[in-house]
């Protein structure tokens, strides 16, 4: 199987199956995936999303980004229901704000700014990433999640999954760096900043995912807690999710 799907419109359409975790069990093959945003899909890419059936779109954009980028191009696509998870970026506007109070911000302290933000994606938007875990139990159809880049809330999102299925850390991470090799910038994502900053926020750093573990394992004991306490999944819940998305 390819875990990129190389799409015309989404350059950065990948799937999460085929991971071994610590069981020795695979994660499913064409059953979960992450994205970029979906506003440029080609007719060729919605019929190749047909075909791996495809039935649910979860879009973590703001209704600000959905405006100034493009609308799901899956919203009117027959048998697949989008839901919108909105989660504040963040890092963008925290960083024009600083420069407009006139403060010189460096790249070190822009990935400050970044790790600070990973960590209140764990802390402030965990119901957001617990509604997607609603949705991967309810049926396990084949599911896309995605936001603009497909890095930073995506990223968290597809971490805190593959976590849930029982894959090593090292390999989360190693999935969330791959975003490296296939994400091509969107013009229309574009944030405004002065290039130097710009250059951090499209960056894909692994500090910047660890910030977000760190937070996890400082504040909640561990992924196992964060997952019980945030994320609503008891054993029971983990054992569903399980069933659906690792081979037997």
Request: aromatic share 8%; charged share 25%; proline share 3%.
């Amino acid at each position: 199987m390819n875990r990129h799907l190389n799409l015309g419109g989404a350059s950065n359409f990948r799937d999460l199956g085929g991971y071994a975790t610590a069981d020795g069990r695979r994660v499913r093959w064409r059953r979960i995936f992450r994205s970029n945003h979906l506003g440029h899909l080609t007719e060729e890419d919605i019929a190749l999303l047909r075909t791996i059936g495809l039935r649910k779109v979860v879009d973590f954009r703001s209704q600000g980004e959905i405006d100034r980028v493009a609308p799901c191009k899956l919203a009117d696509v027959e048998k697949v229901d989008l839901h919108v998870l909105s989660i504040d970026p963040g890092i963008g506007p925290r960083l024009k704000a600083r420069l407009e109070a006139g403060e010189t911000i460096t790249q070190d302290a822009a990935r400050s700014v970044v790790r600070d933000i990973y960590r209140r994606y764990i802390h402030h938007w965990s119901g957001n990433f617990r509604s997607l875990f609603e949705h991967l139990v309810d049926e396990g159809a084949p599911l896309v999640f995605h936001c603009s880049a497909g890095k930073d809330r995506t990223g968290i999102a597809a971490a805190l999954i593959l976590s849930a299925l029982g894959v090593p850390r090292d390999v989360v991470t190693e999935d969330y760096l791959l975003t490296r090799q296939h994400w091509k910038i969107d013009p229309a994502t574009a944030t405004g900043l002065p290039p130097h900053l710009a250059a951090v926020l499209t960056s894909v750093d692994e500090s910047f995912l660890a910030a977000a573990f760190d937070a996890i394992d400082t504040d909640f004991g561990g992924i196992d807690n964060y997952l019980h306490e945030r994320m609503g999944l008891d054993a029971a819940g983990l054992a569903r999710l399980a069933d659906l998305y690792l081979e037997r």
